[in-house]
Every structure is written in structure tokens, then in C-alpha cells.
């Protein structure tokens, strides 16, 4: 099974500078484990990349929250409950990565890949977008007043 990389280009921008870094990182974690996927090799510590992507969501996730939040965005309780929810996804695939996985696991590789790209692809272009949109007709527009 052939998988493709992620490619950020300007339709993923939220024309958030912060978000989009983040989101970028986002994008790089994703192509790494698909590359190990590849090799077939185990090339790529699981253990370490899965921890490393759990913490850096959360921060992100923070982040975001405290820029919605600071811009008085309607919909943050909602955008909280959705990273809660994958949060907990993330944690469950952790666990199972930390647990059970051997590093070389293509499986559990495989499984993180295809969790993580579904998830980057709806956070990214969809839910965040719409913050990014609420920020450029209301944030924005009140700056340039």
C-alpha cells in the first residue's frame, strides 16, 4: 500500500502565522512515520515520536485555545471538546504504542500513520478553518477600523 505525504501548501493556511507553524510540525511528524512505514525498517523510534506528538498537541491544543479564547471566539467550548476527545484518542494510542508495540511494529506504525493523517487532515482543513475564517471576518476586519 502506497501512502502519499502530506503537503502543506496555502488552501491548509489559516493565515495564522503561530497556528500554521504548529500545523506544519503537524504535517512533518505525519510524512516521518510514513517514510519508516515505507522502509519497512523501523527506522523510526514509535515510542519517541508518539510521546513527542502527545505533548506537542497539547501544547498546541493550549495554544489555540488561549488565542480563541483571546479573540473571543463563539465556538471554543465546542473546539475544547473536540481536542479533548482526541486527546484522549492520542492517549489510548500511546498507551498501546508504549505497552505493547515493539519498535519495529509496521502494525502499530501503520495504525498511528492512518489515526494521525485522518485527524491532521480534520483538524487542519476543517475544524481549525473555521476559526481561521471567523478570525479574518471579525478580528481582522476590526484591526484594520
Known amino acids: 500500500m502506497t501512502m502519499t505525504n502530506l503537503v502543506w501548501d496555502d488552501s491548509a493556511s489559516l493565515a495564522i502565522p503561530e497556528i500554521d507553524e504548529e500545523h506544519r510540525t503537524l504535517y512533518r511528524v505525519y510524512n516521518a512515520i510514513r517514510r519508516s512505514l515505507e522502509r519497512e525498517d523501523g527506522a523510526i523510534d514509535l515510542k519517541g515520536v508518539c510521546a513527542e506528538l502527545l505533548s506537542f498537541t497539547r501544547d498546541h491544543f493550549a ?4 488565542l480563541m479564547a483571546a479573540h473571543g471566539y463563539p465556538d471554543l467550548e465546542a473546539h475544547r471538546k473536540l481536542h479533548a476527545t482526541f486527546l484522549q484518542q492520542i492517549e489510548d494510542i500511546w498507551t498501546f504504542v508504549r505497552t505493547g508495540a515493539e519498535p519495529d511494529d509496521y502494525l502499530a506504525r501503520f ?5 494521525i493523517g485522518k485527524w491532521i487532515k480534520m483538524h487542519t482543513l476543517v475544524v481549525d ?3 481561521g475564517e471567523w478570525v479574518r ?5 476590526d484591526m484594520a477600523g
Open 129 to 131: 478553518r473555521k476559526f
Open 63 to 66: 495554544r489555540e485555545e488561549a
Open 137 to 141: 471576518l471579525h478580528v481582522r476586519k
Open 111 to 115: 495504525l498511528v500513520l492512518g489515526f
